[in-house]
């Protein structure tokens, strides 16, 4: 597990997915990056897209929220 404690942290390879869930109240996620951000360069995949198969531990009666741009993205074909 990942904390402000153990100082850990972990590589996203350039064009790699990501997602994470937090279960706690509050979160901070910081980003290292190798180059400005540009939005047009921007892609994602939706957090239940079937052909990926994630199994997110969300808890009964949770309810997620995900940003704008999150919800909008298209399943994989």
């Not at 597990?1 to 100082?7: C, T």
């Not at 994630?54 to 909008?72: C, F, N, R």
Request: proline letters at 9%; charged letters at 25%; aromatic letters at 14%.
């Amino acid at each position: 597990m990942l904390s402000a404690e153990n100082k850990k942290q972990f590589l996203i390879p350039a064009g790699f997915a990501h997602g994470f869930l937090v279960l706690s109240k509050r979160a901070e996620f910081c980003y290292k990056v190798t180059d400005f951000f540009h939005p047009d360069d921007e892609g994602g995949i939706p957090w239940d897209d079937p052909k990926i198969g994630v199994e997110w531990p969300i808890p009964p009666g949770m309810t997620l929220q995900l940003s704008e741009k999150d919800k909008h993205w298209e399943y994989l074909k």
